[in-house]
C-alpha cells in the first residue's frame, strides 16, 4: 500500500511530541483529510491547512480516512481515494509540510464488507491493512458482532469509531465488552473527552475511558471547524487517567495499528 514518508524536517510540534513521549512516530489513524470526498475538507487548500493543523498538533503520521459506503457508496470509491491522496502527497511535498499519510477509510457498516474488503473495494487502514475503521449508524442500533467476527476470520481487526458519539450505545458497557471482546478495538474521538461534541459525548468517552475498553484516541478531524484535538485530549488523559494510559491510547496503539499489530482496551491508572 502507497505511503509517503515525512522526508523534511520535523516541525517544532512533531520533534517535541516525539522527544517528550519516546516515541518513533506520532500516529492519528482517524482523519479526514482528502478534499472533495466526503464531508471534510472541500477543496486542496482546505486540505493543506488541515495537515498543517495536525502538524502543528505534533502529529507525523496521519491515515486518510474518507467515508466509505452508507449515503457514499459508489462515491467515495477505493480508486478515487488513492487518486486524491497522491495528489495531497505531492502537494504537501511541494508546501514543505512534514507530515506522512497513509490510505484507509472509515466504513459505515454494511452485510457485503468481508466480501467488498476481500475485492479492494473497501479499504482497510494504515500501510498493512490488518485494520478497518467500522462506523455505526448514528442512530439506528445495529450490532457489530458478525461483522467484527467476520472480518477477524480475513485476519482485520475491526476499530469500532467514536461509539461515544451515538446516543443509544449510552451506558451499554456490557454491548462494548462484548464487542471488544469477539476482538474489536474502541476508538473515542479526541474531542469527544473535551466537550466539543457536547455534554453526553463527554460523559460517555469518560466513562468509556474508566471502564478500560478504550484503545485508541483518534482526531476525526474534518477542518477548521473540527480541527485535531489530540494535544489537548493527550494532556487531560494524562492528567485524569496516568501518563501511561495516555501515552498507551494515544500514541502506542495508533502506533501498533500503523505496524499492523492487533490492540485492545487499556485501564486507567
Known amino acids: 500500500m502507497t505511503r509517503s514518508g515525512p522526508r523534511l524536517p520535523l516541525s517544532p510540534a512533531q520533534a517535541a511530541r516525539l522527544e517528550q513521549w519516546n516515541v518513533q512516530r506520532a500516529v492519528d489513524v482517524h482523519c479526514h483529510c482528502l478534499p472533495g470526498l466526503d464531508d471534510g475538507p472541500k477543496t486542496l487548500d482546505e486540505s493543506l491547512a488541515l495537515c498543517e493543523a495536525l502538524v502543528a498538533d505534533g502529529v507525523t503520521t496521519v491515515f486518510a480516512t474518507p467515508h466509505q459506503l452508507g449515503r457514499y457508496d ?3 470509491t477505493a480508486a478515487r481515494v488513492r487518486h ?14 512534514p507530515l506522512e499519510i497513509c490510505p484507509g477509510a472509515d466504513v459505515r457498516i454494511d452485510e457485503r464488507l468481508p466480501r467488498l474488503v476481500a475485492s479492494g473495494e473497501v479499504l482497510t487502514a494504515g500501510p498493512h491493512g490488518k485494520h478497518l475503521l467500522l462506523e455505526l449508524p448514528h442512530r439506528l442500533p445495529v450490532d457489530p458482532l458478525p461483522t467484527i467476527s467476520l472480518l477477524a476470520e480475513q485476519g482485520i481487526q475491526v476499530i469500532l469509531t467514536h461509539p461515544e458519539r451515538h446516543r443509544y450505545l449510552a451506558g451499554a458497557r456490557g454491548r462494548l465488552e462484548a464487542w471488544t ?5 474502541i476508538q473515542i ?12 459525548a463527554r460523559q460517555e468517552a469518560w466513562r468509556m475511558v474508566d471502564a478500560g475498553v478504550v484503545s485508541l484516541i483518534a482526531s476525526d478531524a474534518h477542518d477548521a471547524s473540527r480541527p485535531p484535538r489530540l494535544s489537548a485530549a493527550l494532556d ?6 496516568g501518563r501511561t494510559f495516555a501515552r498507551t491510547v494515544c500514541l502506542e496503539n495508533p502506533l501498533n495499528v500503523y505496524s499492523g499489530a492487533s490492540v485492545s482496551g487499556c ?3
Do not use: N
Request: negative net charge; proline residues 2%; charged residues 10%.
Open 181 to 185: 471482546a469477539a476482538g474489536a478495538a
Open 189 to 200: 474521538t479526541a474531542g469527544s473527552l473535551l466537550g466539543d461534541f457536547g455534554a453526553l
Open 267 to 269: 485501564q486507567p491508572t
Open 236 to 241: 487531560a488523559l494524562a492528567r485524569a487517567a
Open 74 to 76: 459508489g462515491f467515495t
Open 84 to 97: 486524491e491522496l497522491t495528489q495531497l502527497q505531492q502537494a504537501l511535498h511541494s508546501a514543505d509540510i
